[in-house]
């Protein structure tokens, strides 16, 4: 009907515009032609994700309800238990169903949702209502090693879901996740100490130091970092000598990855090794073919497989990378592109992990196909991304998919520049650096700075090309290289920031190379045009 209006103001204003809104039709999201409405709008996001609400609903009235019933049962019946044996029983009945209740809710609910693209507000409102009552139990039951354990598992949990580094969806609060994972740190140390043979615990503890050495790392803690990563590799190792199981061998092979990625990013080695990030990036992979030959239908290994490969990839270029060494990692990157593929379509995209993966792989193929000159190529890989970024951001209180929009832009805006297409590399680039900026209120990590470097820095390159395209029309080139100049020290002072904390690789110190240059330029050109 809006279409056949016979206000011309009151139709459609272009093609464009009917066939976006027969897109969102399509897709079940709210059209233009109805208007702004709340209800409709409403109604509209209900049926989309009817599933999710029915169960987070159920999940946290059941929650609340029920623990909160049997808490104060369990209360009522702690405080008589001085007036009859009876009641104490009754107590004692109590305090096991709730501490049930919230395992269940912790360990398996939990669990069952994480990977649901659009699960994270449901999964915070589960772990930290069930962490209160865990917390309660403490209080009461004193010094019990396996609620203690359940207590530390519960604060890693609410960590991953405050700001998790490198991880699944999360909130941007990667201050707060430092906080909880150092009291789950805290809980399992001193159970460690007195009971070595609790393997459990240990590996949740390899496991924490493992966490909190990425987080501290895109904190720009760096030297912490290494020491906390070099910590959760000696304890995946002795663990795995004590029982060489797969799951232990996946978890150590998954800690050599990610401390191979801290390594080589950090630009230091503890103890003196003359080890770089490579070595133990090798180890990772060796560990996870033998497994996925030996399991070659568990995702999980194939998972840790990918972020293996990723990680393999982007240590092996060194500091100078060869032609060669630039190859060998486009052709791990587009392995674990494969397996991160074939994930995604096993599950049909539902599950968000596999998804992000995806979306990486995307943007690493991206940077190295650039950094071969293969522009076309670079923007076809970053493109591609895009349906995938578009579930991801479905899921509205995930901070990472915003870091991870920005990180993808910087290869596509790139490779655009390059290719001439200035006005499109502008768009990209203008876009991502105002979400950048509202996100650096929010969560400002040293990814955000770079990002928010690089994003300076391809508006100064558009600027630079815009005035030298300018031709005889004097005023505009000065008033191009003067926006140029601006970016350019704007970009300079987030890569400082980044650099005074970790040594960038070769492929991240282009940029930071060229907006130095190109300030240097920019000054040049604005002096000479003020002389004429």
């Known amino acids: 009907m809006r279409a056949l209006r016979k206000e011309p103001d009151k139709r459609y204003r272009s093609v464009d515009l009917l066939s976006e809104d027969i897109r969102r039709y399509l897709d079940r999201l709210p059209v233009m032609a109805r208007g702004d409405q709340f209800s409709y709008r409403a109604g509209k996001f209900v049926r989309r994700h009817k599933i999710e609400i029915v169960a987070a609903g159920v999940l946290a009235v059941t929650l609340l309800g029920g623990v909160f019933a049997s808490l104060r049962e369990a209360r009522i019946a702690e405080q008589q238990r001085v007036l009859a044996e009876q009641q104490s029983a009754r107590a004692e009945r109590h305090f096991a169903s709730v501490r049930k209740l919230a395992d269940t809710f912790v360990f398996q609910v939990h669990d069952a949702i994480k990977e649901l693209p659009g699960s994270t507000g449901a999964r915070e409102l589960l772990v930290t209502t069930a962490l209160e009552y865990l917390n309660t139990l403490a209080a009461e039951a004193g010094n019990d090693r396996e609620l203690q354990q359940d207590l530390a598992a519960a604060y ?56 909190r ?192 929009s920005a990180n993808l832009a910087w290869p596509l805006g790139r490779a655009l520049l390059a290719l001439g297409e200035v006005d499109e590399a502008a768009k990209v680039f203008g876009q991502h650096a105002t979400v950048l900026a509202e996100l650096a209120a929010e969560s400002d990590t040293l990814k955000v700075q770079y990002l928010r470097g690089t994003m300076a820095y391809g508006l100064a390159e558009v600027h630079s090309r815009l005035a030298s395209s300018a031709g005889s029309d004097s005023a505009a080139r000065l008033k191009h290289w003067r926006q140029a100049s601006s970016l350019y020290a704007e970009a300079i002072a987030h890569f400082d920031r980044v650099t005074a904390s970790v040594t960038l690789d070769h492929m991240d110190r282009h940029p930071v190379e060229g907006a130095n240059a190109g300030l240097t330029r920019s000054k040049a050109e604005i002096a000479k045009l003020q002389r004429t």
């Open 156 to 211: 890693e949990k609410v960590g991953d879901i405050q700001g998790q580094a490198y991880g699944q969806a999360n909130v941007g609060e990667p201050r707060l996740a430092l906080d909880s994972y150092a009291k789950a740190i805290a809980l399992l140390e001193p159970i460690v100490a007195a009971d070595p043979d609790n393997t459990v615990a240990r590996s949740s503890l390899a496991r924490g130091y493992l966490r």
């Open 213 to 404: 050495s990425r987080l501290l790392f895109v904190l720009g803690e760096s030297a912490q970092a290494v020491f906390a990563s070099q910590s959760a590799v000696a304890a995946f190792e002795a663990l795995a000598q004590a029982q060489p199981d797969s799951a232990t061998r996946a978890a150590l092979a998954d800690a050599y990855s990610s401390h191979a990625y801290t390594v080589d990013e950090a630009g230091q080695i503890p103890g003196g090794q003359n080890d770089t990030g490579v070595v133990y990036a090798r180890k990772a992979v060796t560990i996870l073919e033998d497994l996925a030959r030996e399991r070659p239908d568990d995702v999980d290994v194939a998972y840790k497989l990918a972020k293996a490969y990723s990680s393999l990839a982007i240590t092996v270029p060194g500091d100078v990378p060869s032609p060669d060494a630039l190859q060998e990692s486009l052709e791990f990157h587009r392995k674990a592109l494969a397996v991160d593929a074939h994930l995604v379509a096993a599950t049909s995209g539902t599950n968000s992990k596999y998804a992000r993966g995806l979306l990486l792989d995307r943007m690493n193929v991206a940077l190295i196909l650039n950094e071969i000159g293969d522009y076309r190529g670079a923007v076809e890989n970053a493109r591609a991304a895009q349906p995938v970024l578009a579930r991801l951001r479905a899921d509205v209180n995930n901070t990472q998919v915003r870091v991870d």
